[in-house]
C-alpha cells in the first residue's frame, strides 16, 4: 500500500518566507549543515488509549550532515568511496542500491533541467554545484523583481520533495493507529475493492524520525479529516482520551463505517480478472 495522499502543506506564503525555504532546502540537499536529530522519538506506549502515539515534543541534539544528495550518491555503491569503518563487514561487497540509482538519475536531471533553463548554460559540475548555482542566480531575479510568488511555491515544493524523497529513502515514515476518529465517530472503515472487503483502522497517523521539523500527519481515511503537527495531534489525542473518560469500554468493540454506496468505486466491471497494481 501506498502511503495516505498528503497534500503539501505550505506554512508560508509570504515570498521572503518562501525564498528562505527554498534557500534552506537547497542548503540540505547541496552543502553539510546542521541537523536537528531527535533523540526522543515518539514511541508505542504500553497500552495508551488513543493509540499510545507519545506526543511529547522531541528531544533534539545538534550534528552536522553531508548534502543529502552526496548522501544519496553514497548509497548507491556504499562499500565505494569513503570508508565506514565504524560499520563492520566493510570487506564484504555491499549491494547495490537500485532505488537510490534511480532516485538520483531522476533528482539531478530535474537539477540540470532548471540550471539550464536559468542560466542557459550547459549543466557541468557536481548537482550540488549546478543547485547553488541555480540558487544563485534564482535570487537575483527574486531582488531584481522576475519571480512571481507562484513560481517560488513551484519551486518549493518541487526543492522540498526531493528533499522528503530523499530523507525517506534513509528513514522511511513510520505510521501508527488512532483508536478512534472524533471527527466521524468510528473506529474502522471497510472498503470493497475486487470483491473482497478490507477493514481499516479509521485514523492513521504518519511521522518522520528522518526530519524532526517535518510535521507528523494523522489522517482519517473514511472522513478524510486531518490533524497536522504535534499540536493538532495532541488535541486528537485529548479528544479520543475524553471519549474513554466518559465510557472505559467505549473502544472495545469496533465501530465500522458503512461502505459508501458508491457504485463508481465498488464495482469495477472492467477490472475483471486483470491483476491487482
Ligand atoms: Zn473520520
Redesign the pocket.
Known amino acids: 500500500m501506498t502511503a495516505a495522499p498528503t497534500q503539501p502543506h505550505l506554512g508560508a506564503t509570504d515570498p521572503e518566507r518562501l525564498l528562505a525555504g527554498i534557500r534552506g532546502n537547497v542548503y540540505r540537499l547541496a552543502l553539510t549543515t546542521r541537523v536537528e536529530i531527535d533523540r526522543d522519538p515518539p514511541a508505542r506506549t504500553s497500552r495508551g488509549p488513543a493509540g499510545a502515539l507519545r506526543l511529547t515534543k522531541p528531544i533534539k541534539a545538534a550534528a552536522y550532515a553531508p548534502p543529502l544528495l552526496t548522501q544519496l550518491r553514497d548509497a548507491i555503491r556504499p562499500n565505494q568511496g569513503r570508508t565506514d569503518s565504524g560499520r563492520g563487514g566493510g570487506a564484504q561487497s555491499l549491494p547495490y542500491d537500485d532505488t537510490a540509482s534511480a532516485l538520483l538519475a531522476t533528482i539531478e536531471g530535474e537539477i540540470a533541467g532548471m540550471y539550464r533553463s536559468a542560466l542557459e548554460l550547459e549543466p557541468l559540475g557536481t548537482s550540488e554545484q549546478l543547485l547553488l548555482e541555480w540558487l544563485r542566480e534564482f535570487e537575483f531575479a527574486y531582488r531584481a523583481g522576475d519571480v512571481v510568488d507562484a513560481q517560488l511555491t513551484n519551486y518549493l515544493l518541487r526543492i522540498r520533495g526531493w528533499r522528503f524523497t530523499i530523507e525517506d529513502h534513509f528513514t522511511p515514515p513510520r505510521k501508527q493507529e488512532f483508536a478512534h476518529?472524533?471527527?466521524?465517530?468510528?473506529t474502522h472503515?471497510e472498503t470493497f475493492t475486487h470483491g473482497e472487503i478490507t477493514r481499516q483502522r479509521?485514523?492513521t497517523v504518519t511521522y518522520y524520525p528522518g526530519n524532526t521539523r517535518r510535521p507528523p500527519v494523522a489522517e482519517?481515511?473514511?472522513?478524510?479529516?486531518r490533524w497536522t503537527g504535534v499540536d493538532e495531534l495532541a488535541a486528537l489525542a485529548a479528544a479520543v482520551d475524553s471519549i474513554l473518560a466518559d465510557d472505559a469500554h467505549a473502544l472495545d468493540e469496533p465501530i465500522i463505517?458503512p461502505i459508501p454506496d458508491d457504485p463508481a468505486s465498488t464495482d469495477e466491471p472492467d477490472t475483471e480478472g486483470r491483476p491487482t497494481p
Open positions: 476518529c472524533p471527527a466521524c465517530g468510528y472503515y479509521c485514523v482519517c481515511g473514511h472522513c478524510a479529516a463505517a
